[in-house]
Each structure stands twice: as structure tokens, then as C-alpha cells.
């Protein structure tokens, strides 16, 4: 069984994933409307990673014989100033998630909850990796000053990025 508390921690915690997964696709949207398409593609697969990061943790609570309660989500940004402003945000983003991921393993370690601990380690590896890549991204942008060439040849690699779930 889960706590109160930690049930209605993860409860939050589902709802910032599936925030992820719209704040993303927002994020994808307008990359398309100023014809990155690698760009919004990034993006797209982001959106369908944290879509898979909250159902995992849906169905954990489910298999924990916690209910999940599902809330409303708010409406995400949907202009960006230039490509770099907006995956500077994302990274903002993900620092505010691995921040939330912290505090959550803070409540289980608390309450001293085994598998809920182990549920979470999961998490924070993937947001050091999550972290890391839309830092490198940023980087190799201010690189390219975030135009020319330079910016059409990262949008031609980024085309290749796909989800791929794990087992
Ligand atoms: Fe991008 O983070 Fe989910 O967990």
C-alpha cells in the first residue's frame, strides 16, 4: 500500500509528466510554424517520452493499489522568441522536474517506502540524461549563433531522433 502522502505526491508528479508531454508539443508546434521540422521532431519524441514517463507511473501506482486521480493541466506557452530561448526554457523545464523528483524521493525516503525509492531511481538517472542532452543542444547552438547553415544542418540531424520504449 501506498502512504496518503506519497499516493497524492505522485499524483502531482503524474500530473507534471503529462504537463511535460504538452509543454512539449507546444514546443513542437511552434518549431513547425517556423519550418524547423528536426527541431519540432526533437520535440515530438520529447513529448512522447513524457508521455511514457507518466504512464509508468500511473500504472506504478495502480500495481501499488494506490488510486490515481488525474487533474487538469494548464495551457502551455506557445511563442517562443528563437530556438534557443525555447530549449533554454525546456532545460528550465527539466530542472524544475528533477527538483519535483527529488522532493518525491524526499517524501518516500521519509516515509521509508522500499519500492517506491526503487520506482524513483529510474527517474532521476533519466534526468541527469535529459538534463544533459538539451544543455549539449543549447551549446551547439550558441556555437552556430542559433542561425545560417549552421542551423539547418542540426535540423537535419534532429530529423532522426525517434522514441524508442524500453521494454
Ligand atoms: Fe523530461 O522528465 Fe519526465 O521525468
Not at 488525474?70 to 523545464?93: C, N, Q, T
Not at 544533459?132 to 534532429?158: P, R, W
Request: no cysteine; proline share 1%; hydrophobic share 40%.
Amino acid at each position: 500500500m501506498l502512504s496518503r502522502k506519497l499516493q497524492d505526491a505522485l499524483n502531482e508528479q503524474i500530473n507534471r509528466e503529462f504537463f511535460s508531454e504538452y509543454f512539449y508539443l507546444s514546443m513542437s508546434a511552434y518549431l513547425e510554424s517556423v519550418e524547423l521540422e528536426g527541431f519540432a521532431n526533437y520535440f515530438n519524441v520529447q513529448a512522447q517520452e513524457e508521455h511514457f514517463h507518466a504512464m509508468k507511473m500511473f500504472n506504478f501506482v495502480h500495481d501499488k493499489g494506490g488510486r490515481v486521480l488525474l487533474k487538469a493541466l494548464k495551457e502551455p506557452r506557445a511563442d517562443f522568441k528563437s530556438v534557443i530561448k525555447l530549449i533554454e526554457e525546456a532545460l528550465d523545464h527539466e530542472r524544475y522536474i528533477t527538483k519535483s523528483i527529488n522532493e518525491l524521493m524526499d517524501i518516500a525516503i521519509k516515509e521509508n517506502d522500499h519500492s517506491v525509492k526503487s520506482f524513483l531511481e529510474w527517474y532521476v538517472d533519466e534526468q541527469v540524461e535529459e538534463e544533459a542532452t538539451m544543455s549539449k543542444l543549447i551549446a551547439k547552438l550558441k556555437l552556430i549563433n542559433g542561425e545560417g547553415l549552421g542551423l539547418l544542418t542540426l535540423d537535419n540531424e534532429l530529423l532522426t531522433r525517434t522514441f524508442t520504449p524500453e521494454a
